[in-house]
């Protein structure tokens, strides 16, 4: 068995290219060695194959007349192979169409084969010059078939060359992909409200109806003039969000063994940060479990609940042997209401679970004056969550357990900040050490006092590859001593006001100790993770 094995793998595979017609004579000398057929093979050469032939003793002279003899053959005048050749004097090719010719059914190809079949790729753009100037459509240097899938939303982020063909990829990626995914919507702006929310369009789904795109783009193209100003008329055409789409973005997703629900149109959500969420949890169970005492947990920016959920839902494995009790706060009226309905839904009891919707800032100094002796800290806001920390100061320590990581009988919180920062190359020490150290310089400066890297503990991980010289980090430390005798930031009384503008009353920038800004941080009011 194991030589038919070897045997049937190390077999070179065989196909048959092309057969001729049945009952044609094509004057063949010996049939009997090609056991009555004959297997004609049409291999398509670069530029800088043929010069290579020329190069290896063929010159034009002996290729004219080897390529006469050849077609001399019968198998040359078969109509089919005919219909696939282009003859010129002394050349032979393969015709351009037939090589774009779908052979193979539309069932069987994947998103990214349909794709370059319709789209103009720098691979197809020296035969379609012609065609692609007369119709403005630039050139796709990558072909956009990847997508990131939140429950049965497949979201795609198409540049600038690939909106004139946005609904066709909508409908490949939906034919692709059906049941599983529903609808397909495209990102048309950048995120610029308090919700870290970005606007989008639907590119193909349910309820779209390709009838009214059609005319749309009809539409947009006679008000073009039929010309190339503003682009193809499918991308000036936009089927944005509403709210009669509520329900076709209201998605149910799965981690870590726990159900979220949200809407996807109006609260944040990455799949891509999983792995991250299970990082999290998996190290504050792993520092409770080495606890006699119960650990609590504060998420300052928590979103849905990715980090708080599965800390707290009643089927976790480490639900009935390691006691965690989770404080969970967004500022998103719409999150905080999911964040709600998956506490019910996963089962996370209120001895278990509070949750607030609040300010990030706000929080953080709810949690210090009502003494929650918090240990996790987490702030999940890439975007801005370092200069957060500046509602740190003057911290009130609790007096530190037996089990407590303590400095002068302090128990000090260990904090979560996610970030972005520059992207160092691997294994390049200088550059890591530089990121590194631009990270910690931004949370000294909203603390208002220094870190110790060994003392405070004083890490950062890469977390996802977020651009070319992009990546979202993670930086945790112990809140430092010091940050105590920094003098307490004061917010305004009655919450936060609107006509701010996430600003805040600055006190202590001047005189006081250890690294301060003198700036505040220019941002508005906590966006949820």
Known sequence: I?????LIFKEPKRKSVYTLEEGVDYKLEDAADYEGCKKLVLKRLSSDDGDREMEE??????????????????????????????????????????????????????????????????????????????????????VPSSFEIAGHIAHVNLREESLPYKYLIGRAILDKNR?????????IGNIENEYRTFPMEILAGDSLDVGEVERLCAAAGEGNGGGCEGGSEGSAVQIKIGPQHQQLMEVEVK???????????????????????????????????????????ADAMAGVGPFAIPLTFSNATHYHTTKIICHANDLNPISYKYLNVNAKV?????????????????????????????????????????????AFRGWRFMASGEDGDDTDGKKRPMVHVHCFGEKARPGNIEETARVEGQVRERCERALG????????????????????????????????VEVSGVEKLVLP?????????????????????????????????????
């Not at 009353?505 to 301060?516: A, M, Q, T």
């Open 255 to 297: 981690e870590h063994g726990c159900k979220l629900r949200l809407d996807f149109a109006k609260v944040y959500w990455n799949s891509r940060l999983q792995g991250e969420h299970d990082r999290i949890v998996q190290q504050i169970v792993r520092d409770a479990s080495s606890k006699k005492e119960t650990t609590i947990v």
């Open 346 to 390: 996963n089962k996370c009891y209120p001895d278990r679970l509070t949750t607030y919707n609040l300010d990030g800032r706000e929080f953080i100094h709810k949690m210090n004056e009502e003494k929650v002796d918090v240990d996790h800290f987490i702030m999940n806001l890439p975007a801005m969550a370092p200069e957060f920390l500046d």
């Open 57 to 142: 003793g063929n010159n034009a002279n002996d290729r004219e007349e080897l390529l006469r003899i050849a077609m001399g053959d019968g198998v040359w005048q078969d109509r089919r192979v005919q219909s696939l050749l282009e003859m010129e004097p002394g050349k032979c090719s393969i015709r351009q169409s037939y090589m774009k010719l779908p052979s193979t059914p539309y069932e069987l190809l994947t998103v990214d084969q349909v794709l370059r079949r319709i789209m103009p790729t720098v691979a197809a753009a020296s035969t379609d010059d012609e065609n692609n100037a007369r119709h403005c459509n630039p050139v796709i240097e990558e």
């Open 2 to 6: 194991k030589a038919i094995g070897v």
């Open 179 to 187: 049941p599983k995914i529903r609808v397909v919507v495209n990102k």
């Open 449 to 480: 006092c220094g870190i110790a890297e060994e003392e405070d503990e004083f890490r950062v991980r890469v977390v996802r590859d977020v651009g070319p010289r992009k990546n979202m980090l993670c930086a945790s430390f112990c809140l430092p």
């Open 493 to 529: 009384s009655g919450g936060v006001s609107e006509q701010m503008n996430g600003k805040r009353e600055w006190r202590g920038d001047e005189g006081s100790n250890g690294n301060v800004g003198t700036q505040p941080p220019s941002h508005k009011k906590t966006k949820e993770s």
